[in-house]
């Protein structure tokens, strides 16, 4: 993770601070959701209110299930420290709800109290909780850098003109 020109650093939550073993087969087969869609547009569209809120408490119980026994990732940890070394602010951007997250940074006593799920903006890639936060830290898109360790977090960070970093 090069911090050359980084004024800010955002990380993904799941699989790039912390472990995550979200079974996303079985929460596309709770909901309905064909295996090659991505679950929360899927959700998102469904018309009958009641299929949509029982969609959305399946996946939330995946989610807690899995806040429970989430650890730090050592690769996620020893980049939360260099970003803590050169002093730049650092945020959470997650696809996660706000209830999962929370177990988790509370859990792991992760340094980062900048945390926005899909609660509080569009899930990734959608760029809007990235711009947020760059907005917030009066700082250029250009200047910050999102690190996560999947296409959705890279899609993001070029669709807010970030640069980005993959694990």
Not at 80 to 96: D, F, S, Y
Not at 97 to 116: E, H, M, S
Request: glycine share 4%; proline share 5%; hydrophobic share 45%.
């Amino acid at each position: 993770m090069n911090l050359t020109g980084i004024k800010g650093v955002i990380f993904d939550l799941d699989g790039t601070l912390v472990e995550s073993s979200l079974n996303f087969t079985q929460m596309r087969a709770d909901v309905g959701c064909p295996q090659n869609e991505d679950i929360l547009t899927f959700v998102d569209a469904l018309s009958c209110a009641d299929t949509k809120a029982n969609a959305h408490r399946a996946i939330l119980q995946h989610e807690l299930d899995d806040a429970q026994n989430a650890k730090w990732l050592p690769i996620g940890k020893a980049m939360v420290e260099k970003a803590q070394a050169h002093k730049l602010p650092m945020a959470i951007v997650t696809r996660n709800c706000r209830q999962a997250t929370a177990i988790k940074v509370a859990n792991n006593g992760i340094p980062i109290d900048y945390v926005l799920t899909r609660e509080d903006a569009p899930a990734k890639p959608d760029p809007t909780a990235l711009l947020m936060v760059a907005n917030t830290w009066q700082l250029q898109p250009e200047d910050c850098l999102y690190v996560g360790d999947f296409i959705y977090d890279q899609q993001a960070a070029e669709n807010a003109g970030m640069k980005w970093f993959l694990v």
